[in-house]
């Protein structure tokens, strides 16, 4: 069984522009949540969806956003880019919406803002 | 609200002796818990988790964690380390908000 897909790998970017970044889950997979990965701060959580509605949101400006598709399948976007938005960004599928489903999660895209 | 501290946030640590990388949480409700490894350039993968029942779970490439209650603790332990287990490891926990709270990491370099 494929794992969590992600593309691009990597990309860069200048201020002010936008970004797409892309999630494939495992199929079968119906959660997907998005996380940012800086050295600063450390992981933090964006946003979670699950069957194509928005469960739950961590504490990120609405430059921010996200959207899954039918077949579970997400994309993120960040609008407005700022150096500050440089990181990993990792999505991780799960199952069902349950906590104690285990999130599976993809290599990354390293977004770098110059 | 919740929050995970990893007290190392480096650990080195000579090949075959064995580790321990400290974790504690603080939530006023029931939490799950969690241990993630992160290798060079590469997503996070599950080591182990603990939902409930037994306090001391088991996990892949010979890792355990005990979870203790009265400590707020999750510390993750291996009896004896590999050169392979260089990496960067993360605790966190999820709660009834539903949100999951990754510690800082703690990097693990394994000494010849």
């Known amino acids: 069984k494929a794992g969590v897909t992600q593309t691009p790998r990597y990309l860069i970017k200048t201020r002010g522009q936008q970004v797409t970044l892309s999630c494939s889950p495992i199929?079968?997979?119906?959660?997907v949540s998005w996380y940012q990965q800086t050295p600063g701060q450390g992981l933090q959580f964006l946003f979670e969806?699950?069957?194509?509605?928005?469960?739950n949101k961590g504490n990120f400006p609405g430059r921010f956003s996200g959207r899954q598709f039918s077949n579970s399948r997400s994309e993120m976007n960040v609008s407005t880019l700022e150096l500050g938005d440089s990181a990993l960004y990792l999505c991780?599928?799960?199952?069902?919406?349950?906590?104690?489903?285990?999130?599976?999660f993809g290599p990354g895209t390293r977004l770098t803002v110059l | 609200a919740q929050s995970v501290t990893q007290l190392d946030s480096q650990v080195p640590v000579f090949e075959e002796a064995p580790v321990e990388l400290r974790c504690n949480y603080s939530?006023?409700?029931?939490?799950?818990l969690f241990w993630y490894v992160q290798y060079p350039n590469q997503g996070l993968q599950l080591l182990l988790k603990?939902?409930?029942?037994?306090?001391l779970v088991k996990g892949i490439n010979g890792f355990e964690a005990e979870f203790n209650k009265s400590q707020t603790s999750f510390h993750l332990r291996k009896p004896s380390v590999h050169i392979s287990d260089t990496a960067e490891y993360f605790c966190?926990?999820?709660?009834?908000?539903?949100?999951?709270?990754f510690g800082k990491g703690t990097r693990l370099h394994i000494l010849p």
């Open positions: 603990y939902l409930s029942g037994s306090t």
């Open positions: 199929s079968g997979h119906r959660s």
């Open positions: 969806y699950f069957s194509e509605t928005q469960r």
């Open positions: 939530s006023s409700v029931s939490v799950y």
């Open positions: 966190a926990v999820r709660g009834e908000d539903d949100k999951i709270i």
């Open positions: 991780a599928s799960s199952l069902g919406r349950y906590l104690r489903d285990e999130q599976f």
